[in-house]
């Protein structure tokens, strides 16, 4: 069974700590993705990875950075956390090409709150 | 500027047929349309995909008309584990190239009643 997970379901953080945010996936997928969810917002692209030490901005970039050293792995780097960071963060990965033919298979979420 | 919407809500009961349609007025040429489900503390998951007419699989069908420019959701007989978050996904047009930029709707939260 494919399989997405992510390193916490919860956590808390104060402003300005930094933050790490882990995404390991098994299926050998060449694209990984990390999504913000916000009420009303929907899904909102945050940064995008088509292979290993490569990277994409999204939609909404700023603020946060990414690392990805190995293919499995994609990290979510929030520098410097403030309190409008706090969201549900969503991980998935999918198998190369850009097309939304790709099925993007999705962790379980990260819900984080920066006080 | 290019759009994906989708309504906020929708409500409907057990035994109904729901249609929750997406807005995409600036799809790429070349891509598919794709819808996935939420369930609550879950990700979302993939439920069907087509790129034109119609397309039916064991959970639901998508309706797409020939200009691409919207497609529709059907549950057909919902129940209550139907009850949650349809997200469209489509390539929006970006830089003039025919395959564009990955861009979801803010989702549709379906609730099936008794």
């Known amino acids: 069974d494919v399989k997405v997970t992510q390193s916490s379901r919860y956590l808390v953080k104060r402003t300005g700590e930094k933050v790490f945010l882990e995404c390991v996936q098994d299926m050998d997928h060449e694209n990984m993705f990390w999504y913000r969810q916000d009420p009303g917002l929907g899904l909102r692209l945050i940064y995008f990875?088509?292979?290993?030490?490569?990277?994409e901005k999204g939609d909404i970039p700023e603020g946060y950075s990414v690392s990805r050293e190995k293919k499995e792995r994609f990290s979510l780097i929030l520098e410097s956390a403030s309190t409008n960071q706090t969201s549900m963060y969503l991980c998935?990965?999918?198998?190369?090409?850009?097309?939304?033919?790709?099925?993007?298979?999705f962790g379980p979420g990260t819900r984080l709150t920066v006080l | 500027l290019a759009k994906t919407t989708q309504p906020i809500s929708m409500d409907s009961y057990e035994g109904q047929e729901v249609n929750i349609t997406c807005s995409h007025n600036n799809i790429a040429t070349n891509d598919y349309i794709t819808w996935y489900q939420q369930f609550p503390s879950q990700g979302p998951r993939f439920i069907i995909q087509g790129y034109k007419t119609k397309v039916t699989n064991e959970v639901a069908s998508l309706f797409i008309p020939a200009d691409r420019k919207s497609s529709t959701l059907s549950l057909p007989r919902v129940s209550l584990s139907d009850t949650a978050v349809y997200y469209c996904?489509?390539?929006?047009?970006?830089?003039?190239?025919?395959?564009?930029?990955?861009?979801f709707g803010q989702g549709t939260i379906l609730t099936v009643h008794p």
């Open positions: 996904l489509v390539a929006v047009n970006a830089g003039g190239t025919s395959y564009g930029k990955l861009t």
């Open positions: 990875s088509y292979d290993v030490k490569m990277k």
């Open positions: 998935a990965s999918s198998s190369s090409g850009t097309s939304v033919r790709n099925e993007q298979f």
